[in-house]
C-alpha cells in the first residue's frame, strides 16, 4: 500500500497563488489571494512575523 507524501493539490494551488499575490502586490496581494483562495475552500497562508516560528522564519536558503 503507497501513501502519498508531500503537500495536496489544495495546498500546492494556494502557495503559489499566495506567492504570485506577494510578488505582484506585496502584503496586499497576499491578503487577495488568501481572500480568493478562503472563498473556494482552498485554504490561507499565513505568516507571523515570530523570528524563531520554525514554519516563518526567514531561512538563508536561496
Given at each position: 500500500?503507497?501513501?502519498?507524501?508531500?503537500?495536496?493539490?489544495?495546498?500546492?494551488?494556494?502557495?503559489?497563488?499566495?506567492?504570485?499575490?506577494?510578488?505582484?502586490?506585496?502584503?496586499?496581494?497576499?491578503?487577495?489571494?488568501?481572500?480568493?483562495t478562503s472563498a473556494v475552500g482552498l485554504g490561507?497562508?499565513?505568516?507571523?512575523?515570530?523570528?524563531?516560528?520554525?514554519?516563518?522564519?526567514?531561512?538563508?536558503?536561496?
Amino acid at each position: 500500500m503507497s501513501r502519498m507524501k508531500g503537500a495536496s493539490l489544495a495546498e500546492v494551488v494556494t502557495r503559489h497563488l499566495h506567492a504570485a499575490g506577494r510578488t505582484v502586490a506585496g502584503e496586499n496581494g497576499g491578503r487577495a489571494a488568501n481572500a480568493v483562495t478562503s472563498a473556494v475552500g482552498l485554504g490561507r497562508i499565513d505568516i507571523c512575523d515570530h523570528p524563531a516560528c520554525p514554519d516563518c522564519a526567514p531561512t538563508d536558503r536561496a
